[in-house]
């Protein structure tokens, strides 16, 4: 133990001091200063070979720092490209377990052999992540099945693996006081023993797919409970590209701005109106398809072991919070802010649940799309106020961190299809945050004057809201170019 903490702390240390020109590298180098050019190229060498380090890091000790490793190769739009680059693999080429422990753990849970079982199981995984490796599999009724089957050691493992990190944050606090990482301990203890449990996730993929039914796009594996227990998890087969795949996408005419608008309405649903949130969207846990039979665009959402459950207060504050950010309403921005937590750090708090500066908070985040200068700034920013980014964590209630993550996750997805702060996921934010506020003022009330009321404000605001969206997509067409240049063209001229 005492070993193994010390081997990652070097490695950790040693990525870290490699990575020391990190703010240098995110600025703008121009092209004709070869001096400055150089340096570019070696800053991005130095961050390759830390990345390299940090993803060895991660798959030499597994389990939970796979995990760490997998958030930050989503992390497209804050960390250097070679972090994200070399980390991306963790998604789903993540340490595999032998075909041996794989077969000790159907035989310890199911009580056969994988032969008595399956007509056929493939040796080599579909994928491997953190926590289980799946693997495809016919019955002998003639179902083709994912098998999703727990590393046999992650279990035991895991306990150790949280003391460490406990171990390592009170030396980190010892050593920078300013920073105050326990919440991410506590967050640990918490959710990993419910990661760990699979007939957990397989309760939680129904619930989910119950609760968004009414979205013909979205598709999550069918659960056989026959033969699910809490370390193997039989599903649906499923297949599918991942969705930051632009490569698949283009080659299979799968629409990259239709993906991030069904993503951002699916979880606007989860976020605002349900209050129960899938909180592992990184890229390998959600695929894109062509529907066999209808030519369909089809999301699947995979591994549903991290849910967050959001109480009613907070779902509500979070919206009236979204409603003022896309307004660019300051004072209720302020005021919701601070309702969760934020105090007086509530503009760095704006900052990081949009990705943007707080120049485009002010102005109204729907109003422009990130540019490359407000991409560095929101990087070089991330750096230079970590601690009080760390202060704010500890700070805000515990069921904003995994919603930070899911945010993160998601920007991430965005960047890679290159759709980021598009107005339709606003308008689709606030048609969720109306039907949300709408559907609590009703509920709290008695009057049948009084909910009609409420029911016809709601249409109004849902109806300004699709005006809204078709203007914008009549204004973004070529027909609607065309009207705008008439237009421009039979107006008088000024004198």
């Known amino acids: 133990m005492a070993r193994r903490a010390l081997k990652i702390v070097s490695w950790t240390s040693m990525a870290l001091a490699s990575s020391g020109f990190y703010l240098y590298s995110n600025k703008y180098i121009d092209p004709n200063d070869f001096g400055a050019v150089r340096i570019g ?6 961050h390759r070979r830390s990345a390299e380090r940090l993803r ?14 997998q958030h930050l190769g989503a992390l497209d739009y804050l960390l ?12 789903s080429q993540a340490p595999q377990s032998s075909m041996q422990e794989i077969q000790q753990v159907i035989r310890e849970d199911l009580g056969k052999e994988i032969q ?3 007509q056929s199981f493939e040796d080599t995984p579909l994928g491997a992540a953190s926590l289980a490796q799946v693997h495809k599999a016919v019955l002998y009724d003639g179902r083709t099945v994912a098998v999703k089957v727990q590393h046999p050691k992650v279990q035991a493992q895991s306990s150790k693996d949280i003391l460490l990190m406990e171990v390592l944050v009170g030396a980190v606090k010892q050593l920078f006081p300013e920073f105050e990482f326990m919440w991410l301990v506590d967050e640990a203890k918490k959710n990993l023993p419910l990661e760990l449990d699979f007939l957990n996730e397989g309760k939680n993929a129904e619930k989910v797919a119950e ?4 979205f013909e796009f979205l598709k999550v594996p069918r659960i056989y409970w026959e033969l699910s227990t809490r370390r193997v998890l039989l599903m649906e087969f499923v297949e599918g590209g991942q969705v930051n795949d ?3 996408m283009e080659k299979n ?14 979880y606007s649903e989860m976020i605002f109106v349900n209050g129960f949130v899938h909180c592992d969207p990184h890229p390998g846990n959600v695929l894109v398809r062509k529907r066999p039979g209808t030519g369909k665009v089809e999301i699947i ?3 549903h072991g991290l849910y967050q459950i959001l109480t009613d207060e907070f779902r509500l504050d979070y919206c009236h919070l979204w409603q003022a950010l896309i307004k660019a309403d300051m004072k209720r921005v302020k005021k919701y802010s601070q309702r969760l937590g934020a105090g007086d750090l509530y503009p760095l708090f704006a900052c990081m649940l949009t990705a943007r500066s707080w120049d485009s908070v002010n102005k109204g985040i729907g109003r422009a799309p990130v540019t490359a200068d407000e991409d560095v700034e929101i990087r070089n920013n991330a750096a230079a106020y970590l601690p009080q980014i760390s202060q704010l964590l500890n700070k805000v209630p515990r069921q904003m961190l995994l919603i930070l993550k899911t945010n993160d996750l998601l920007r991430g997805i965005e960047t890679a299809l290159s759709t980021r702060a598009s107005a339709s996921s606003f308008l689709n934010m606030s048609r969720c945050c109306t039907r949300a506020l709408a559907a609590h003022k009703k509920k709290k009330t008695c009057s049948l004057l009084k909910r009609t009321q409420i029911s016809l404000e709601e249409s109004l605001s849902l109806w300004q809201i699709n005006l809204h969206e078709l203007f914008l997509r009549v204004r973004g067409s070529w027909l609607g170019n065309w009207i705008f240049a008439l237009f421009y063209w039979l107006s008088p001229a000024p004198h």
Do not use: W
């Open 116 to 118: 008595d079982l399956f």
């Open 80 to 91: 250097p490209e070679e972090y994200t680059s070399t980390l991306k693999v963790l998604h």
């Open 301 to 303: 959402l995979l591994d």
């Open 41 to 46: 190229r070696a800053v991005a060498t130095v």
């Open 253 to 266: 005419q799968i629409d990259v701005n239709e993906i991030s608008r069904q993503l951002g309405k699916m």
């Open 56 to 69: 060895e890091l991660c798959c030499a000790n597994r389990g939970t720092f796979i995990k760490v490793g």
């Open 211 to 214: 609760m968004l039914k009414r």
């Open 246 to 248: 632009k490569a698949y």
